[in-house]
C-alpha cells in the first residue's frame, strides 16, 4: 500500500498538471492574507483551486497519509528514577507549568483554554476576522484599531466574542507595527508593537504570545530593547512564550519553539555572563539534552499540524543526523529513534522537498 502511495506521487510530480500552479497557495483556514505568516509557504499568492497540485494544502494531504503510517505507538510512562535525573534546571523550569516537560516529551499534551470565557463559534471568529480585514483593506487598520489601548495591560472579559476579538486585533496589530505587514512602512512602529505582544501575552493570547517568542527570538533587530527586557535569561523567557502559545492552541509555535530547542540563537553563542551569586560566569543561554528530545517532538507535532512544513521536516533530520539508534539511554534524543524513524524522516523530507519544488516551478508547454 505504501509502495504504491509513493509512486502515485512520483507521478504526480512528473504530469504536467503538477505544474499548473506557479505559486504555493496559504493555508486560508489557518493564516489570514495579511498574516506574516503567509510568507513562510511562497513568494506569491495562488490563483489556482485549493485542491490543486500545486497548493500547499493538497501536498500536506499527500504527505499526511506518510505520516500517519509512521505514527508511534504509545511511548512509556517515564519512570520515577528517571524523572528525579532531569537536571534540576529543567524541573523547576517546568514545575509551575501546566504544560509539563514530561507531558510535552511522552506527547500526553492537554492544552486549557487560552483565557476565561473564549469559547466562540467558527462563525463568530470568520466575523472578527472579516471585520479586520475591511479595516485593512480600507488602509484603516490603525485607525480603526490603534488607540493605544492594546499596548496596555488588558485582561479577558464576560464577552466571549470580544475577548476573541480583542486577541485576534492585538495579533494583527503586533504584526502591522513590527513587521509592517498590513501598513506603510512609515507607520511601522516595533516599539509599540512589543509592548502589545507583552501586554496580550501576558493576558494568555495565544497570537500574541506566538508573536511574543517571534521577537524575543529575533531581540534587538525585531525591536528596540528587546535584549535589554530579556537580561539574563532569554531562554526562558522566549521558550514560555512559545510554550504558552502552544498551550493555548497555537500550533504554529511548534516550529520556532523547536528550532530554539535544536539550536541557541547564534547572538547568544558562546556569550557568558560573571554571576555574583555563583562568583563565575553563566552562559546566556543553555540547550540541554532535554531541549533536544523536545525539539524532536515539537517537530513531529509541527508536521502533524502542518504536513506541508519543510522547516520542521529539515529541523528533525538536523537533530536524526547524527543520531545512532540506541534505546539504552533515556535522555538521550537516541533512545526514542530507530534505524527506521531515521531513514523515515529523511525520505519524508525529499518527497516533500520533491513536490514542493514541482509546484513552484513553471507550468509545462502544452503540446
Not at 483554554?113 to 476576522?129: D, G, K, W
Not at 515539537?298 to 539508534?325: H, S
Request: with cysteine; proline share 6%.
Amino acid at each position: 500500500m505504501l509502495r504504491s502511495l509513493l509512486a502515485l506521487l512520483c507521478c504526480t510530480i512528473l504530469l504536467p498538471s503538477a505544474f499548473a500552479d506557479t505559486c504555493l497557495n496559504t493555508d486560508k483556514e489557518k493564516y489570514a492574507d495579511n498574516d506574516v505568516r503567509s510568507s513562510d509557504y511562497g513568494k506569491c499568492k495562488s490563483t489556482g483551486p485549493d485542491n490543486s497540485y500545486g497548493s500547499v494544502t493538497t501536498i500536506g494531504k499527500q504527505m499526511e497519509g506518510i505520516l500517519q503510517r509512521n505514527a508511534d505507538e504509545p511511548r512509556r510512562q517515564i519512570s520515577a528514577e528517571e524523572s528525579s535525573s532531569i537536571r534540576d534546571r529543567d524541573r523547576e523550569r517546568f514545575a509551575t507549568s501546566p504544560y509539563s516537560i514530561l507531558c510535552e516529551v511522552e506527547a500526553c499534551v492537554n492544552p486549557p483554554l487560552p483565557y476565561p470565557n473564549a469559547a466562540t463559534t467558527p462563525e463568530q471568529q470568520q466575523a472578527i476576522r472579516e471585520e479586520i480585514k475591511a479595516a485593512i483593506a480600507a488602509g484603516k487598520l490603525l485607525e480603526t484599531y490603534g488607540d493605544g489601548s492594546y499596548a496596555k495591560k488588558w485582561v479577558s472579559g464576560s464577552d466571549p466574542v470580544a475577548n476573541w476579538k480583542m486577541c485576534e486585533v492585538a495579533t494583527t496589530l503586533t504584526q502591522a507595527y513590527v513587521h509592517g505587514t498590513s501598513v506603510t512602512p512609515a507607520q511601522k512602529d516595533p516599539a509599540k508593537g512589543l509592548a502589545i505582544a507583552r501586554a496580550g501575552c501576558a493576558a494568555s493570547c495565544g497570537g500574541t504570545c506566538l508573536e511574543l517568542g517571534r521577537i524575543f527570538a529575533a531581540g534587538d533587530s525585531a525591536a528596540p530593547g528587546v535584549d535589554k527586557i530579556l537580561g539574563k535569561t532569554p531562554h526562558e523567557q522566549t521558550v514560555f512564550a512559545f510554550e504558552t502559545a502552544i498551550r493555548n492552541g497555537i500550533t504554529a509555535a511548534y516550529e520556532p519553539l523547536a528550532d530554539l530547542n535544536r539550536e541557541m540563537p547564534a547572538r547568544y553563542k558562546d556569550k557568558t555572563y560573571f554571576n555574583l551569586v555563583e562568583l563565575d560566569t553563566d552562559s546566556y543561554w543553555i540547550n540541554s539534552y532535554t531541549d533536544r528530545r523536545l525539539a524532536y517532538r515539537q517537530y513531529q507535532k509541527c508536521l502533524k499540524a502542518d504536513p506541508a512544513n519543510l522547516n520542521c521536516a529539515r529541523g528533525i533530520n538536523l537533530l536524526l543526523k547524527d543520531e545512532t539508534p540506541n534505546r539504552g539511554d533515556a535522555y538521550k534524543l537516541a533512545s526514542d529513534i530507530t534505524a527506521e524513524d531515521i531513514a523515515f524522516y529523511k525520505d519524508y523530507q525529499q518527497k516533500l522537498e520533491a513536490l514542493l519544488s514541482a509546484a513552484q516551478s513553471p507550468a509545462a508547454p502544452t503540446p
